[in-house]
């Protein structure tokens, strides 16, 4: 049993209320699958769950102008099975298709995927090739925060006590941009935590010269990245094998230069490269 009083408030207002008064002993529950983890493990202690689930505020999914709206309380499997963010997001819908199993996706949310700080957070290296940025409230006010900012280091979330996400503002897949695609390696095929994973998008001139290209890894370093001098070794360019692995070994390199060179590096360098040609192999077809 937890020594913990449950607290589900009615509206956006009654939360922020709630934590004006509390924050310091104030955990933000979303969905739960890892704070309840966290819980008993030991590892979180808390006097008070702050149930933010079930805000309408929380739960939209909507385009605005050029913006796609992502609340934070949205579930996988809602981002999963939704047409729009299909449309304007489908990395991010096929990294949700992949996301744990079916139990964990009906519950777990993209605000609590993004504020966990896991390096091997399913949905952040799709959100970074979309420019995403978090919209943050706290009883003093609301702020913006670039996903590239969230994470202080693995499991270290920046954002203050008395601060939670209401949503998330992404921009669109470009209408040129005709491929998009989320990747990962896990130590077994199914219901595997990410090894290592990647977010692509990709349009292609008549040519074949890439015109716009978005790329970001997850789980290989602390905290996942959008690494821009890939995207630059493959703009204006014709994409071919001898190309992808070369920029896949840079990959590698760089990956390498952030975390040092550790005991896992004998199997994810060579692993980043042929997951990277996996990944953009349909470019050259």
């Not at 790329?215 to 995207?231: D, K, M, N, V, Y």
């Not at 840079?250 to 060179?261: N, S």
């Amino acid at each position: 049993m937890f020594d913990v009083e449950y607290i589900r408030p009615q509206d956006l207002g009654e939360a922020l209320d709630f934590i004006k008064k509390q924050a310091a002993d104030t955990t933000i529950l979303a969905g739960g699958s890892d704070v309840m983890i966290d819980m008993r493990a030991g590892t979180l202690q808390t006097k008070y769950l702050l149930d933010i689930s079930r805000l309408s505020a929380l739960r939209e999914v909507a385009i605005r102008d050029t913006e796609l709206t992502i609340g934070a309380a949205v579930t996988i499997s809602e981002i999963d099975t939704s047409e729009i963010i299909g449309r304007h997001a489908p990395a991010l819908q096929k990294a949700a298709d992949r996301f744990a199993g079916r139990q964990v996706r009906n519950i777990a949310t993209i605000g609590g995927n993004v504020a966990h700080c896991s390096p091997c957070g399913d949905t952040i290296p799709p959100l970074l090739i979309h420019d995403a940025v978090a919209v943050v409230v706290s009883p003093a006010g609301q702020r913006n925060v670039p996903i590239e900012e969230m994470a202080g280091g693995p499991y270290h979330c920046t954002l203050r006590p008395n601060e939670l996400i209401t949503h998330f503002i992404l921009k669109p897949k470009p209408v040129e941009v005709e491929f998009a695609d989320f990747q990962k390696i896990g130590r077994r095929k199914e219901l595997a935590i990410a090894r290592m994973s990647m977010a692509a998008m990709a349009g292609q001139a008549a040519d074949k010269t890439i015109s716009f290209f978005r790329f970001a890894l997850g789980s290989c370093t602390p905290t996942p990245h959008r690494f821009r001098e890939i995207e630059e070794m493959l703009l204006d360019r014709v994409p071919d094998e001898k190309l992808l692995w070369e920029t896949g070994r840079v990959l590698a390199e760089r990956m390498i230069e952030i975390t040092g060179r550790r005991l896992s590096a004998v199997y994810k360098e060579p692993a980043i490269q042929g997951l990277f040609v996996r990944l953009l192999w349909p470019l050259i077809q």
